[in-house]
Every structure is written in C-alpha cells, then in structure tokens.
C-alpha cells in the first residue's frame, strides 16, 4: 500500500478505508494497515474522478494568454479591450461577438487595432480574423481554402477553420498546457478527450505527458497511437456551412473500420446530424464507440435512429448556461426541448456523456451539470426544462464507475456526502483529486 483515504464513503456508502497501490483500488475495508503516506477522509464522500469527454486543449491554454471579449456588444467596448492588451507582438482576441461590429473583417480590425497583429476568434470558434498587419506577415504564402477573398481576389482577413494552417504559418509560442492541468485537477478532472478534427502528431508532441490527466485523443488520420495518451476516434468534421459530400464522409468512416477506429462527427445543427446518420448508412452502419459530437439540435424523430444504432451522444449541458439567452431569442419556443437534449436520449437509452468543448464554453464541469439538472441559461430562465437530469445523472454524465479493488485509482474526495454534493454540484468541494492514485490536487 503506498497511500490510504482513511475514514471516506465511496459513493456515499458505508465508512471504509480505501487503499491505493500500483495506480490502482487495493483494498477496501475498515481499519486497513498503515501506508507510506494517508489522508484523512473525515467521513466525506469518495466519488470517481470527472473525464471531460469533448474539450480543445491547446484553444483553451491559449485563451488564458488571450484578451476575452465576451458580452462585449458594442465597437467602442471592443476597441478598449483591445487597446487595454499586454504588451507582446500580437494580440489573441477570443469570444468576438458579432453584436458589436457584424462580421468582422481585416478593416474593420484595423479601425480597432491598426499599430499591432491582431488574431481575433469569434464565439463559435470557427472563424479567425486576421488584422492587416496579421495578413502582411503571410505575404508570399499561398492561403489555404479556408481564407475568404472578396470580388477583387483580395483576401478579407476571414479565415474558417484554418486554426491549423494559421498555427503552422503565424507561429507563437506553445501554450502552457501544464499549468492548465493543474487547473483542471483543482475541478476534479482526471480524464479529458481532446476532440481536435485536425490532431495529428504535432498535436500529440504538445499534449502527451504534458498534463496530469489521462489524455485521450481524437483526430485526423494523419494521428496514430503513441505514447502518453490513447488514440481516439476519427473526428468528422461536419460544417453545415460548407459540408462535406456523402460519398466523401462515407469513405472517411470507411477507412476508419479498416483502421480498427471508431468515429465521431460534430453535429451541432439538425442538417449536420442527418449528413451523418446518412454516411454512416452509406458506410454500412454504425459500430461501437461512434459517437455524436454536441448533438446542438435533436428532434424527437432522430432519437429512435440513434437509439438503434447505438450511437453514443456527447452533449455540452454548458452551453445552456453559456449560450442560453442568445438562443431564447432566436430559436423558437417549440424547438427549445430539443437543444441539447438529454433526458430524452436517457429514456430512450441512448448512452450519454458530457463535454465542455471548452473554450467555446465553461470548462466547469460542475457548472455543467448543474446546467444539466435545471436547464438555466445564464440570466436564470429555464430552457427546455423536459430535458432536465436529475442531479445523480446529471454526474454520471461526468463521473461513473465502481470504486472497487482493481479499479483504476482516478477519483475525488469531496467534502460533505453524496447528498451534499448532489445538491450543490460545486467545485469547492472538491478536496482531492487524484490520478493514477497520486495527489494531482489537495485543497487541504
């Protein structure tokens, strides 16, 4: 034994000790002999560690070096923050939101910012805008398809869905992404799937070993399986703005099966989900571990599809939260139950996890579920609140798994019991977080 909880209730059952030895649950009892190094549980509940299952790393490590423009509705606001930026030779800008200035483009970024390179990232994350001393640092390079030209031939500054091709042209310095998991380990996370469509083994060199949790990978095919992390699903990238052919996303779910890999699509519209259901059928059918990225918009009629498929959904509850007004006032009332649903797809017993798909929203896992659990947005109205989870569902969507001899020994100590924790589903009680039985995070 190399380390004891004394006195913890394992989902929130009977008083036992819990040792840790090898990464692994050694043994479970009361009065268990003394180890190299104990904590002591005071009675609080031991619950298994959080695995946020659809997040993007390296935006999120980047955005903490970022200047944030969220709920900045007007040009005048925007033009502050950015004139407010630390001193370096570019700004990142995050969370543009097209209410104070429409779509951006290169001029009107230089109206805001005209003396330094300016990279601004809308709200969605799929769109990058590059100020005029940002394009001029890419003279002489051939723009990828992503880059949006005017009637002239002139390139607008819009770039969509070029992250890579921009990181690769424009390069900055690495975020730290260390420091990140520590952060994340302070939210009880031990798991977390980095869902980048375009991770491959640039990617993976950044990512694997540098985080305490265990890391799980999806991407390209260009991404294979190596060291400090497990190979993960073909990510498809399904832009309902441009979208792929049928035949092309079909062949792609293909070269999956003969490559022994499951795949995941981003499906956040209603067109985008059919696309896929259509391709996998093309493909011929689906197969365990597909799984639905984001299912933005669901109606009833799909949920039987799903179900008989055995597609996995990976919803972002967050969003809710995050994004809940701006769809209060756009989408109408009558589809508001099918915006992220989630106790739809549980009746129907399609299996469901979570996912931040942070930074594009909170990173919070417990946020999450309390989201999940009322279905407020952040000004507190209700947004389809027959998808509501109830709290221990809305948990598991996040943390499952027996505690257990022979389990892996990621897991959390939180303060309080189960009841506690049910009923707040707050960070702050979160007292230890561990991976692989070693201490990643102790409050105390």
Known sequence: MTLVLREVRPWGGDLVDVALAGGKVSAIGPGLPRAEQEIDGR???????????????????????????????SAAAVRAALAAAPPGPWVRAVDY????????????????????????????????????????????????????????????????????????????????VAALGCELAALGL??????????????????????????????????????????????????????PALDALAARIRWARGAGRSVAAHCVTEAELALFLAALDDAGGARGGDRIEHGGMIPAAFVPEIRAAGLTVVTNPAFIHDRGERYLATIPAEQWGELYPAASLARAGVPLLAGSDAPYASVDPWLAMRTARGRRTSAGAVLGAGERLNALQALRIYGRGAIEPGATADLILCAGSLVDVLRDLCAERVRCTLIGGEIAFNRD
Do not use: C
């Open 43 to 73: 009675g609080d509940v031991l619950l298994p560690g959080l695995h946020d299952h659809h997040l993007h790393i390296l935006a999120l490590a980047a955005r903490r070096q970022s200047v944030s423009l969220a709920g900045l509705t």
């Open 97 to 176: 939101d097209e209410r104070a200035g429409g779509l951006p483009h290169a001029a009107l970024l230089d109206s805001w910012l005209p003396d330094r390179p300016l990279r601004l990232a809308d709200r969605t994350g799929a769109l990058r805008v590059l100020n005029s001393a940002a394009l001029a640092l890419l003279a002489g390079k051939d723009l990828p398809p992503g880059a949006e030209r005017d009637a002239r031939g002139q390139p607008t500054g819009r770039f969509w869905r070029e992250d890579p091709w921009l990181a690769s042209a424009l390069p900055q310095a690495a975020p730290d």
């Open 190 to 243: 031990t798991g977390l799937t980095d869902a980048g469509a375009h991770n491959g083994p640039a990617e993976a060199a950044l990512l694997a070993g540098h985080l305490p949790q265990r890391l799980v990978l999806m991407g390209s095919e260009a991404l294979t399986a190596g060291e400090g992390y497990a190979l993960g699903a073909l990510k498809l990238l399904i832009d309902e703005r441009d979208p």
